[in-house]
């Protein structure tokens, strides 16, 4: 068999996963600790994300602007993304609470 290597590292993987099955209860649970502190940790941050959002965002749009003047259009899809990320920024900055209940339930 020429892919056998491949086969058998997803086997180990396979078995690995197989036989942690039984840890799973106790990896959710630290998963959603791990969820809530790092929620308290980004919340402490939340200003200076919604910044760096607003610039990274805002250079989106310095980008497409130059590259309409260098005769490049841009790509349909490119267009609806970074419109689509400044709809949402907008958004989750004039309404969190909103947005959390949306995501929440």
């Known amino acids: 068999m020429k892919n056998s290597p491949?086969?058998?590292?997803?086997?180990?993987?396979?078995?690995a996963f197989a036989a942690g099955s039984c840890c799973l209860?106790?990896?959710t649970f630290?998963?959603?600790?791990s969820t809530a502190g790092a929620s308290a940790w980004l919340n402490a941050l939340r200003p200076y994300l919604m910044a760096l959002s607003i610039a990274?965002?805002?250079f989106g749009f310095w980008q497409a602007r130059c590259a309409k003047k260098c005769g490049r259009k841009p790509t349909v899809l490119s267009t609806v993304l970074l419109w689509s990320a400044a709809v949402f920024i907008v958004v989750s900055i004039a309404f969190p609470q909103m947005l959390a209940e949306?995501?929440?339930?």
């Open 6 to 15: 491949i086969y058998s590292a997803l086997g180990a993987i396979g078995s």
């Open 25 to 27: 209860p106790l990896g």
């Open 30 to 33: 630290w998963l959603a600790a």
């Open 56 to 58: 990274l965002v805002a």
């Open 102 to 105: 949306i995501f929440a339930g």
